[in-house]
């Protein structure tokens, strides 16, 4: 059973953006205009959120096999965006809004209008991570897949056939989740979830 005041569930998408962006700007009218906000850093935070609620609408098409977290937030005060559990797999979602920009992924990089990003290494670590807590709080292994949502993007090309992360623009996303071949039975999936959305399996990890 889940304490209430430990149930991730509850959480909404970009809520951890959201907190931040609270301590950035506190005048609650002036966060309202945050995207045409003067400081960069504010711009930036409020584009996140926004690129985080398109995700997190997505995710809500998915059937009623899925579970799905939003800002599921580690010791450290990072995140993780999105967490989708169903029958296909655990997928760690992170959401990446760069708005009007052309997205070319390659072998092992991401580049934003050509510019270089550490995007998937990051994605990579991530899952990684995700899936060591998962595993030892489940008692049985998990693998986790890493994934990034781009939202809003003017064009992504794919040049991996087989990239070690799925990045996907957010309207595709789940088509793509649910269309892969099964992998957890309904009692795995209840169980990772049970264990996922309890703030405590994070404390440490």
């Known amino acids: 059973m889940v304490l209430e005041s430990a149930d991730l569930a509850r ?14 700007e506190p005048n609650a009218v002036k966060r309202l ?31 009623s096999q899925w579970k799905v977290l939003h800002a599921v937030q580690w010791a450290s005060g990072s995140d993780i965006d999105h967490l989708a559990v169903g029958p296909t797999g655990v997928f760690a979602i992170n959401s990446k809004r760069h708005k009007g920009k052309e997205i070319w992924y390659g072998d092992r990089a991401i580049t934003v209008n050509r510019v270089p990003t550490r995007h998937i290494a990051i994605s990579q670590g991530e899952a990684q991570r995700i899936a060591r807590v998962l595993t030892r709080h489940c008692g049985f292994s998990v693998a986790v897949k890493p994934v990034i949502a781009v939202v809003h993007v003017a064009k992504l090309t794919v040049k991996n056939a087989a990239p070690p992360v799925l990045v996907v623009e957010e309207v ?13 039975s309904c009692d795995q999936v209840a169980r990772i979830y049970e264990v996922a ?5 994070w404390a440490r990890g």
Do not use: C, H, Q
């Not at 959480?11 to 950035?24: F, Q, T, Y």
């Open 197 to 201: 959305r309890d703030a405590r399996t």
């Open 33 to 63: 205009f945050a995207r045409w906000s003067r400081n960069r850093d504010v711009r930036s935070w409020a584009s996140g959120l926004v690129g985080e609620r398109i995700t997190g609408r997505r995710l809500a098409k998915l059937g």
């Open 172 to 184: 595709d996303l789940p088509r793509r989740l649910a269309g892969m071949s099964p992998v957890l």
């Open 11 to 24: 959480n909404r998408p970009g809520d951890a953006v959201l907190r931040k962006l609270i301590e950035l």
